[in-house]
């Protein structure tokens, strides 16, 4: 599952939901029914894991889907026989993982010090015992780089 490259994933959208920070809903559906079935998937796998939640979407409309997260580097496909078959290219945890990448480094290379500031005193606010945690990474981190420097 592993992929040779990152996928790019240009938009992140604060307000949205899971998955739907990064993708549109639908692509975000699409992708949890290629990583919740066991081996590649057809469209109309994927339509019939959507139907089965309660959605109604159009063949089409899933087989434009898969392409386009296919062209994002989210899936991988292969052909058999007239049809393709998708396979998701990287794992739910490896796509956050990424994203999260993403985001800090564009606000790293434009707003290092407001972002490490806001940073700081959001966990304090949101998740106290967490500061700790960032206090020992950050030590391990400095001790990691002397290392390097001797």
Known sequence: MKSQENP??????????GLQKMLGKLEAE??????DAEGPVSVDDVREALTRGGKNPAYTTIMTTLSRLYSKGLLSREMRGKAYYYSPRVS????????TKQVIDSLMST???????YFVEALGDEHPDKLDALAQMIRQRQEQQKKQGD
Do not use: I, K, Q, Y
């Open 8 to 17: 790019h994933l240009p938009v992140f959208r604060p307000g949205g939901e």
């Open 111 to 117: 707003f290092a010090e407001p972002a490490m500031a």
């Open 30 to 35: 699409v992708m949890e029914a290629t990583w």
């Open 92 to 99: 739910r945890r490896e796509l956050t993982s990424n994203v």
